[in-house]
């Protein structure tokens, strides 16, 4: 296994330069070079997208949401972008790669979709921008999927998909310090939940 810096990715359908941009601010590397586990582990753990619908909806993410919120607000930090099977298994908690639409379109060995929701996800903040702020303008100015949000301070995650569910999660702390999600209406205002299920 080489250390040394990956050039290209090549998916079931063509081979493409990491340094290619993916929407008008962001190169596929960014996506794929992206977060603490990445930043531990480098080029030793393939995170390369295989499919290219995987690919697909990284520009779609960009074109829908990152290249308006960066218009708006200035450039954006990834803090968590594109998470195959490989790197995912290097992060001990705090990710659900069934649900949570790092991994795209990418599928398991044995061809099963490893988040059955596909599209695909990004953890980001803006300098200077607090989450909440933006949570809200995404709501109001963009086609996203889901939108998790962990406090004005802490990044927010957004994804893009073929449910198009526009739905927002608040994950705030609850009396015993475990993240609680709340089920928010795209304005923020909590919504009733009827017959919450634990998961
Ligand atoms: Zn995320």
């Known amino acids: ?47 390369l997208p295989k499919s290219l619908k995987t690919v697909e909806s990284i520009q779609q993410l960009c074109h829908r949401v990152l290249d308006p919120v960066v218009r708006e607000f200035g450039q954006a930090k990834l803090t968590y972008g594109f998470s ?26 044995s061809g099963k979709l490893v988040c059955s929701r596909e599209g695909m996800a990004v953890d980001f903040c803006v300098k200077g921008v607090s989450s909440r702020e933006l949570m809200s303008w995404i709501a109001d100015h963009t086609q996203f999927d889901r939108m998790y949000f962990y406090g004005d301070d802490r990044p927010i995650h957004v994804s893009v998909g073929p449910e198009n569910s526009h739905s927002i999660v608040h994950m705030l702390a609850g009396p015993s310090g475990r993240l609680v999600p709340r089920v928010m209406s795209p304005k923020g205002r909590l919504v009733p939940r009827i017959g919450a299920k634990k998961k």
């Open 1 to 47: 296994m080489g250390t040394e810096r990956r050039k290209n990715m090549t998916t079931n359908k063509k081979t493409i330069d990491l340094d290619t941009p993916c929407g008008q601010f962001f190169t596929f590397r960014d996506f794929i070079e992206c977060g603490e586990a990445w930043e531990r582990l480098g080029a030793e753990v393939d995170n």
């Open 84 to 109: 195959g099977t490989a790197l995912a298994k290097h992060i001990p908690a705090r990710i659900y790669p069934s649900l949570d639409q790092h991994a795209g379109s990418e599928t398991t060995k």
